[in-house]
């Protein structure tokens, strides 16, 4: 499992770092084979919304060599919804199978072209802007439409991770990564209510 994180100027760091925190910890359970990860971008710095700067090791690489794409949201997402360049690096991940994003990060995956004739979610405060990129937009915390999943608001990241671990593990992987990052807050085992609620 080969995952990219997409990290941009005006980022919102805990879109990003909570899905981080999470989903790393595939690796530290040796949970699944071969668990690496890399941050990219299209700078070799970013600079989040509140002025934290974080160092990128692998700038503008091809997508399409990774399983795992994630992209988090921020204000910055408005503008780089319309940025022909940015979105077109997306799109090199065109093939990846598992296409993740949470907030205003589904913007980007829109832009790109992988929400088309999907369900999915983003911050309250961007529904309207996500219309034009998916097929439903979904006011739920989690959602997921095949191997395409998106979280709510900023620490709705947590709450995806945890989803996503279960959703590519099992309930006792998602219950043991709960324990070590002590979060309370996220209920295991519905993974098929949620699936369900696709086909309803």
Partial sequence: MKMAFVLFDR?????????FE????LKMLNAMDDVSWHLCSTTEEIKDDRGMTIKINHVRPDLSAYDLLFIPGGM???????????????????DVKYKISVCTGALLLGAAGFLKGKRATTNPSAYELLVPYCSEVV???????GNIFTGGGVSASIDLGLYVIESLTNTEIAKKVQQNMDYPYYETG???NLDNQKAN
């Fill in 11 to 19: 980022m919102t760091t805990l879109d990003f770092s909570g899905f």
């Fill in 22 to 25: 999470a989903i790393t910890w």
């Fill in 76 to 94: 910055a997402t408005r503008q780089l919804q319309f940025d022909k360049d940015f979105v077109a690096w997306l799109q090199t991940a065109q």
């Fill in 139 to 145: 006011k739920q915390r989690v959602v997921r439409d």
């Fill in 190 to 192: 519905r993974l098929n």
